[in-house]
T-cell receptor
Framework: DAGVTQSPTHLIKTRGQQVTLRCSPISGHKSVSWYQQVLGQGPQFIFQYYEKEERGRGNFPDRFSARQFPNYSSELNVNALLLGDSALYLC?????????????FGDGTRLSIL | AQKITQTQPGMFVQEKEAVTLDCTYDTSDQSYGLFWYKQPSSGEMIFLIYQGSYDEQNATEGRYSLNFQKARKSANLVISASQLGDSAMYFCAMREGNFQKLVFGTGTRLLVSP
């Protein structure tokens, strides 16, 4: 089975632009989460979607938004990009809710803001 | 308050030796899960091992074992018989309750030498 796939792998944008990142979960996984990993730090939780509903939101500004589609894929949108948004954006999927469900991560999208 | 603490920024170990990576956590929940992930330089986060707060036995997965000391709130990762391919960043993470949000530590960089 294919793992979590993310696109694009790399992206360069300028300040003020908007970006859309895409994620396809592992087949059969209904939960998708997004994380931001700034260089030298651990990932920070942005959003979680389960069965197409938002189930959790981290401490990020309203410039960040996401959605999940009927096929459980997901998009993360960031508006009015700032230099500080430069990071690796990771998508993770799990089969269902529950504390013992491991999240499986994709390779990430490396976003650079000039 | 920091919920996951990894006090070792870097660790060195020789091939075939065992190494312990430290992780302490802070939570007031009775129900939580602890995870370890490996992140090679390529960026993907690879799930290694899981320990539930109610699990009585320490988790093991191949060469990985988790030394879970609930009273001390520690969840150290032990890698036995280190291999060159084990060189990577290692992150400890916690999930509370049934929420999917993972809280990560700052990571430990492990270098395995021949």
């Amino acid at each position: 089975d294919a793992g979590v796939t993310q696109s694009p792998t790399h992206l360069i944008k300028t300040r003020g632009q908007q970006v859309t990142l895409r994620c396809s979960p592992i087949s059969g996984h209904k939960s998708v989460s997004w994380y931001q990993q700034v260089l030298g730090q651990g990932p920070q939780f942005i959003f979680q979607y389960y069965e197409k509903e938002e189930r959790g939101r981290g401490n990020f500004p309203d410039r960040f938004s996401a959605r999940q589609f009927p096929n459980y894929s997901s998009e993360l949108n960031v508006n009015a990009l700032l230099l500080g948004d430069s990071a690796l954006y990771l998508c993770a999927s799990s089969r269902r809710q529950g504390r013992n469900q491991p999240q499986h991560f994709g390779d990430g999208t490396r976003l650079s803001i000039l | 308050a920091q919920k996951i603490t990894q006090t070792q920024p870097g660790m060195f170990v020789q091939e075939k030796e065992a190494v312990t990576l430290d992780c302490t956590y802070d939570t007031s929940d009775q129900s939580y899960g602890l995870f370890w992930y490996k992140q090679p330089s390529s960026g993907e986060m690879i799930f290694l091992i899981y320990q539930g707060s109610y699990d009585e036995q320490n988790a093991t997965e191949g060469r990985y074992s988790l030394n879970f000391q609930k009273a001390r709130k520690s969840a150290n990762l032990v890698i036995s018989a280190s291999q060159l391919g084990d060189s990577a960043m290692y992150f400890c993470a916690m999930r509370e309750g049934n929420f999917q949000k993972l809280v990560f530590g700052t990571g430990t960089r492990l270098l395995v030498s021949p």
